[in-house]
């Protein structure tokens, strides 16, 4: 059986790992962190685990729709980490900017607008004031698309080996 899960936005902190590359907000401890677990959760935070006294930066986002993956395809990867970003991104907490006069500021979840066939999304002006560092924007990328991707499991109880004869 092939199936698509329907998922719903997700408040997740920045942790994913591909093959042995991990890209984790410093906050996580991921040595103590299941990030297996988190990731085929789809990302549920009881899977991780935080250095003392920290707290990580947590993001909602939701599943990108088929429009917006399609409008994605021929961006270069850059662009098409903010396009996600922009497509995906609900609300953050505890993402702090560091100003030139020293003061920390907490930024303000996007207010979103309408694009058009593409639906609400933040506006590039708020991308660019929270200009996420590139491997924790590329990080986050990976997966708002794998909760856009998110699939049932073929079932392990077939009657027969696909393909058998008759």
Partial sequence: MIGKYIV??????????????????PAIDI???????????????EWL????????????????????????????MRERSAWYLRCSLLGTSN????????????IASPERIQNGSYGLMAPEMYIDE?????????????????ISEAQIPISAASSKPSGAAE
């Fill in 8 to 25: 719903g936005p997700r408040r997740v902190a920045i942790a994913y790992k591909m093959n042995d590359v991990i890209v984790a907000d």
């Fill in 130 to 146: 929270l200009d996420l560092p590139e491997q924790y924007l590329l990080g986050l990328m990976l997966m708002i698309r794998h």
């Fill in 31 to 45: 040595l103590q962190s299941n990030l297996d677990h988190y990731q085929s959760s789809l990302f549920e935070l």
């Fill in 49 to 76: 685990k935080y250095l003392p006294g920290e707290k990580p930066s947590l993001f909602t986002i939701q599943p990108l729709t088929r429009r917006q993956k399609d409008a994605a395809e021929s961006m270069s």
């Fill in 95 to 106: 993402y702090q900017v560091l100003k030139q006069d020293n003061s920390l500021s907490e």
